[in-house]
């Protein structure tokens, strides 16, 4: 049998790997989106095991919902962590050993739901009058900033975990550095230098040599960086096996009616919009890189299926609000790894969806995942975080992006601007008219805005010359 040997330049997203590579690259895929998704339940509440259950399953419906065409793994979003904060707050709800009560969970359901709602709107509206409304509304200017800002609000969380916050240098707290840098470090040189099969899975081989380093510094003595399930994340599964110590089912939940969720939590859904579409564009440059480089023509263009792709968001929110998940968004940071990887199969993906949802029910799987080191993650983030910003710019280098332009320089820096400072200053949610507004909304609401104020008076004088 003859060997493919444009398999190591990568894989498309029609192109299914060998069974043992699509493995090694679905859990690669898996760890990738493990940190992200898992903090959310933490910071939010919900239950752990659910929240990974709900990703793979939300991932699987997205694959059948765009036709097995586009390659997105659907992961819990930070946009919505304020708007959960501040429903639960204002019905008085508040977490036990860091899980909510069920009552607030459900209440959160019922507003996840409704939030798809908005990305179907978005959906629809692509459908019935094309992609160039979009692109008049998120044209290049907005959606690579947008992608910028996406990648370097994330790099203070990316550094608070590579660099313990601390006075004094401890054993541990070096320890901790040293293994975030050599898990950066390792993770650099493995996409750099590693070809055929093994230059597809650096970020794996990163953390598997992160995890090696510290359990180094464990056996020694040193000290011990690997990481244990908070118990009440286990002990509301529906069903256990025991103890639960082998087997638990996830704690599935049903929606309650809520209208204060609702408002609380629906609107913030308008932030995901041009973030889901910055990775649609970010997607079509790479993959198209990717046939290029092996001499194929794609069949059809990504940028062309945006509609599906803002559909498939919605109903993903009202999945995994059904079950008992966050809402959620289509993710970087696996986008990053397949970018870094140029591994784009979407059987790939639906493999990684499916190991999410096995890895739920099994709780030595998940002591395993959710047990890498803090220090390993922080050093992957900085990583990839960082490859979402140089994304954005590959947008509006693609795109070819007039730097030059009035507009545009008003545009990016106000979205630049707004979406970083409003991190670093406000914490992520800029205090406006006793609203907290997330800043990465913000600044695309406003970007979106002032481009189409700017463009006014250029469509007059265009419109004025064409007449002359």
Known sequence: MKQDHTAAVGYLPEERPSFFK???YAIQQVIVMFPATVTVALVTGFQVSTTIFASGLATLCFILIT??????????????????ASMCAAEGFEKVDGVLPVEAIQYAQFGIIMSGLVSI??????????????ETILPASITGPVAMIIGLTLAGNALSDAIPNVAEATAENSAWVIVSFVTL????????????????????????????LAGIFSAAGIANLFREVPAAALEASVWRLGD???FAVPAFSLPKVSWSAVVAIMPIAIATIPESTAHMYQLDIYVNDVARRKGKKMRYSLTDMLDRNLIGDGICDMISGVIG???????????????????????????????????????????IIYGIPLAVIGGLEIYLFGAIAAQGIAIMIEKKVD????????VIASIMIIGIGGNYAFGGNIPLFGIQIPCIAGAAIF???????????????KSESAAK
């Open 22 to 24: 699509l493995l090694l």
């Open 67 to 84: 036709g097995r065409k586009i390659p997105l793994y659907y992961g819990s979003s930070f946009a919505y962590l304020t708007a959960i």
């Open 121 to 134: 709107a978005a959906g629809l509206l692509v459908r019935f009058f094309g992609k160039k409304a979009v």
């Open 185 to 212: 470090l390792s993770t650099i040189l493995y996409s750099k230098y590693l070809k055929g099969f093994l230059g597809q899975l650096p970020l794996l081989l990163g953390v598997l040599t992160g995890c090696l």
């Open 244 to 246: 639960g110590s082998v």
């Open 325 to 367: 998940g966050p809402a959620g968004t289509n993710y970087g940071e696996n986008i990053s790894t397949m970018a870094i990887t140029r591994v784009f199969s979407v059987p790939v993906l639906a493999a990684a969806a499916i190991i999410a949802m096995v890895i739920s029910f099994f709780t030595p799987l998940i002591r």
């Open 403 to 410: 730097m030059f332009s009035s507009r545009n320089i008003a």
């Open 447 to 461: 970007g979106i805005l002032l481009n189409l104020l700017l463009g006014i008076g250029e469509r007059r004088q």
